[in-house]
DNA sequence: CCTTTTTTCCTAACAGCGTTAGCAAAGTTA
DNA sequence: TAACTTTGCTAACGCTGTTAGGAAAAAAGG
């Protein structure tokens, strides 16, 4: 009876044509230019086909972004299991998240919603708890470690989010003609004007 | 010879028509649903009749964003008047800055391209200098009366708006749950860490 | 092995989109 | 009144996401 084994397997692998097509169209011609269609005719189905696969196409898009999320939060690990110290650690987690950002630009569009949409991302993304989890127990560690250790860790975690987004989505946008030292003393100066906000 | 005048006139208002058609739609629908033929139905035109005002369904769009940022320069230019110190300017033009992104949701996203958008928005967007160039004069004058007169002012102001855009675009995506009084601690909490790295 | 049922997968369409070519009507000028 | 310019329309092109309905293939049951 391996038969229906086989057809779930079988399943898996056009499902995962689907999304591995979805993402060379991506990487090849941009988010705003992947349509279903060309994903159809890459993996050499008919378009209903995809629609056996994913509910619509926002959820192919979706799985994007749970997988940046992955990513990120793996870089962010290994970064921190590099330094001893949380302050250095959430330094050195800085410095790894702009270079996820920049080194994956298109995770990045997915992840952050070619513009702040679905306002319920959250409950899609369960990967974005692993995230920022992993964020916050380092930020709690900085704070333990400072002379203020009621300090809210959320509410930390909640500003080194923010201004590193901010710094990177508005370098994205590209208003700044700013160079590659540039910007890494913008970053150096706001996360260190973070961490000793910490102590 | 009046003719011309008038019609100069009447052209505008088309225009005009145009514009209020699409804000119109865009406060009622949402800025995604937004498009040509809805606007054409709305001022009772033919759709290619819209074509003789706008290149293209963008630069209507792009009217809007340029229209977002003078009502934020000026608003921050009424907050700024309102305080005596540069640091307590930089720290009402924030409070200022929130409160029109959250008013203005639609302008916020327009003016920060739906997802990071054209590389390009400087060139489209000459407002956007008025509203840099007034942001950072106010930093100059906090630095220049603290103990670092040296400090790159285009530097801080990168970092300033970086902590503002990242905040305001982490709350609007929606994934934190935070309260009225968190986000206000967190803002406080922000630009008090940079107004201090100032000085 | 043949029939019945289920699954798979396609063609074709619907309703919408931005954009433009080409033409008729109206307005302006001489 | 005739020639010219401007205005504004219909209709189309080539896309888009999504789905209804049926044909072909595969599996299950007798």
């Given at each position: 009876?391996?038969?229906?084994?086989?057809?779930?397997?079988?399943?898996?692998?056009?499902?995962?044509?689907?999304?591995?097509?979805?993402?060379?169209?991506?990487?090849?011609?941009?988010?705003?230019?992947?349509?279903?269609?060309?994903?159809a005719?890459?993996?050499?189905?008919?378009?209903p086909?995809?629609?056996?696969?994913?509910?619509?196409?926002?959820?192919?898009?979706?799985?994007?972004?749970?997988?940046?999320?992955?990513?990120?939060?793996?870089?962010?690990?290994?970064?921190?299991?590099?330094c001893?110290?949380?302050?250095?650690?959430?330094?050195?987690?800085?410095?790894?998240?702009?270079?996820?950002?920049f080194?994956?630009r298109?995770?990045?569009?997915?992840?952050?919603?070619?513009?702040?949409?679905?306002?319920?991302?959250?409950?899609?993304?369960?990967?974005?708890?692993?995230?920022?989890?992993?964020?916050?127990?380092?930020?709690?560690?900085?704070?333990?470690?400072?002379?203020?250790?009621?300090?809210?860790?959320?509410?930390?975690?909640?500003?080194?989010?923010?201004?590193?987004?901010?710094?990177?989505?508005?370098?994205?946008?590209?208003?700044?003609?700013?160079?590659?030292?540039?910007?890494?003393?913008?970053?150096?100066?706001?996360?260190?004007g973070?961490?000793?906000?910490?102590?």
């Amino acid at each position: 009876m391996g038969i229906a084994e086989r057809r779930i397997r079988q399943k898996e692998e056009v499902r995962a044509a689907i999304l591995d097509a979805a993402w060379d169209l991506i990487t090849a011609e941009g988010v705003h230019s992947l349509s279903i269609r060309k994903i159809a005719d890459a993996i050499e189905y008919s378009v209903p086909v995809i629609y056996d696969h994913f509910e619509n196409k926002d959820a192919i898009l979706l799985e994007f972004t749970r997988k940046g999320f992955v990513i990120l939060r793996t870089d962010l690990e290994a970064a921190k299991s590099q330094c001893e110290t949380a302050a250095d650690q959430l330094r050195e987690m800085a410095v790894k998240y702009w270079e996820f950002a920049f080194n994956n630009r298109e995770y990045y569009q997915l992840m952050y919603g070619l513009g702040m949409p679905s306002c319920d991302t959250v409950k899609k993304v369960p990967e974005l708890q692993a995230y920022s989890g992993l964020v916050i127990s380092t930020i709690q560690d900085a704070i333990l470690a400072g002379k203020n250790p009621g300090t809210n860790a959320f509410l930390k975690f909640h500003t080194y989010w923010s201004i590193m987004h901010g710094l990177i989505s508005i370098n994205m946008m590209g208003n700044v003609n700013s160079s590659e030292e540039m910007n890494r003393m913008v970053l150096d100066d706001a996360i260190s004007g973070f961490i000793s906000s910490l102590a």
